[in-house]
């Protein structure tokens, strides 16, 4: 394993020196102790990244894709934060102070708040600070702000951070993957969670998804090796990463538990799971249950025990979302009036699916800096769609049982999430893709997948199913621009449902025939 050394010193500290200079000059507060803090900052930022990127041996490849994936969180998050208040909806609370999302701007001012005031940092778990829900990044950022910026409040500080935790996992996911699959799969993996719009959207923010996608990582690696290797240092990685999201989330704590049990018994079917494997994952459970439920009970939720709690959070969230679709939009409205009453969940459901709707983005009238984020998150998820589609083909085609099985769980798995966030966050084109996001880690494992399976079969699905998202496509947009320009074909909302799913059946049908011919021959 390669170590950092004295050259390494000769750009990671002027390099940390300068940048934390430029952003103390765009922050409030004394100059100096701004350039002190951001630059210690830095430079923990390019010791850690550096460090893991040598320690996971992918060479150059792997140091283009950390520093790249680092560059575009960072230089993103100080864009929107400079842009917003000039080129955003100054109307907005949260633009004209330079956030994306309204819980990164609301959890900050408590932050702030609590670090400036005589209490101590636990207080973050009480329900005083009720806008972060689990307290753990609220007590984080709160620390941060006492001991770093003690002056004046400066926001990019956590900007920073974040932009480092979602970059710090990529060579986590570098090497757990080549030791499990090989060089082909961890870096198409790996770029796609590098690169994926939405997540550096994310890591540009003062979010949890980047520590929750970070502490995935973690969990994969220490998982990966334990499993290979039996080394126990694995297991403090993977015990880094559940305490990790334990505190920043416990509830994905709980889902990743259920993934990795899940990996662990299609891995070794013919093995034996020992016995304080078995105790450790059922303590973290119900620890973890406790927390979650404990943390929902802070939002006035109740219940006569933990998964009472649990269980009343997401029936509720789901007749929240419901409603709030069709109080938000007139024509969803006229729809769930002529639809019976059990169509609506799965329309929500196929609604959220397509958020962020990608002929919308380039339709509907906005400002500059959101159609540049809404295209590029749009396209980002569209382009991952057929790759996710083709996830449990791919799967099946894999020759090695095990790894087989292994892939078609994370299909499961990954298809579970993507449809629950769907109801979960409804038609709302920030909460949903975000939520989404969390698990995001697994997804890039299978795009990565599918992506090299094609490469190597040449499989004409991939192309079918892109031709049928084009459709999609075409025809969402027609309809959008009858909507906003009224020009192009104006198609109630049935029959254009009616026209897509009719052209995908052809393309579907055409598709089958194609292969048996093919076959025959």
Not at 141 to 161: F, T
Not at 385 to 411: D, F, H, N, T, Y
């Amino acid at each position: 394993m390669k170590s950092i050394n004295i050259k390494d010193f000769y750009w990671i500290l002027p390099s940390a020196l300068i940048l934390g200079a430029g952003l103390s000059s765009i922050q409030p507060g004394n100059w100096f102790i701004g350039w002190l803090s951001f630059s210690f900052l830095f430079l923990l930022s390019f010791l850690l990244l550096t460090v893991s990127a040598k320690w996971a041996n992918g060479d150059k490849p792997l140091i283009w894709i950390v520093a790249l994936a680092f560059l575009f969180r960072f230089s993103g998050g100080v864009a929107t934060y400079l842009a917003l208040p000039i080129y955003g909806y100054i109307d907005d609370e949260d633009q004209r102070a330079g956030f994306v999302y309204t819980d990164a701007h609301r959890r900050d001012s408590q932050a702030w708040e609590l670090a400036i005031s005589e209490q101590p940092i636990l207080n973050a778990f009480n329900e005083k600070f009720a806008y972060d829900q689990y307290g753990g990044l609220l007590a984080f950022s709160a620390l941060i702000y006492r001991y770093l910026s003690p002056d004046a409040h400066r926001v990019l500080m956590l900007v920073l951070i974040s932009a480092l935790m979602g970059t710090l996992g990529i060579p986590f996911l570098w090497k757990a993957l080549n030791l499990k699959f090989d060089e082909n799969i961890a870096s198409a993996s790996t770029w796609i969670f590098a690169l994926y719009p939405e997540s550096i959207l994310l890591g540009g923010s003062a979010m949890r998804e980047p520590y929750l996608l970070a502490f995935s990582t973690f969990v994969l690696w220490g998982f990966i090796n334990w499993q290979n290797e039996k080394n126990k240092i694995s297991l403090l990685w993977l015990a880094i990463g559940i305490a990790g999201m334990l505190l920043v989330s416990p509830s994905i704590a709980l889902v990743t538990l259920i993934i990795l049990a899940g990996w662990y018994y299609f891995d070794n079917q013919r093995g034996q799971i020992s016995w304080w494997v078995i105790l450790l994952v059922i303590v973290v459970f119900i620890f973890g249950m406790f927390i979650l439920s404990s943390a929902l009970t802070r939002g006035n939720l109740t219940g006569d025990s933990p998964l009472a709690v649990i269980n009343n959070f997401v029936r509720e969230s789901l007749k929240w979302n419901v409603f709030k679709i069709e109080e938000g939009s007139g024509w969803v409205q006229k729809l769930f009036d002529e639809m019976p009453a059990w169509m609506q969940l799965p329309f929500v459901m196929v609604y959220g699916f397509l958020q962020p709707v990608l002929p919308a983005i380039f339709i509907a009238p906005t400002t500059i800096v959101w159609r540049v984020i809404g295209i590029l998150r749009s396209v980002g998820w569209y382009a991952m769609i057929p790759l996710m589609i083709l996830s449990p083909l791919a799967g099946a085609g894999l020759g090695q049982e095990k790894k087989r099985k292994v892939i078609l769980w994370l299909s499961i798995i990954a298809w579970a999430w993507i449809l629950f966030t769907a109801l979960r966050g409804g038609g709302d084109q920030w909460d949903n893709p975000r939520y989404r996001t969390i698990l995001f880690m697994w997804q890039a494992i299978l795009a990565g997948y599918v992506w090299v399976w094609w490469r190597e079969t040449k499989n004409a699905w991939l192309w079918r199913v892109v031709l049928m998202e084009l459709v999609l496509i075409f025809i969402f947009g027609n309809w959008y621009a009858n909507r906003y320009w009224y020009i192009g074909l104006k198609l109630p909302f049935a029959q254009m449902v009616g026209l897509i799913l009719g052209a995908w059946a052809l393309i579907f049908v055409w598709g089958i025939w194609r292969d048996r011919i093919q076959h025959r021959v």
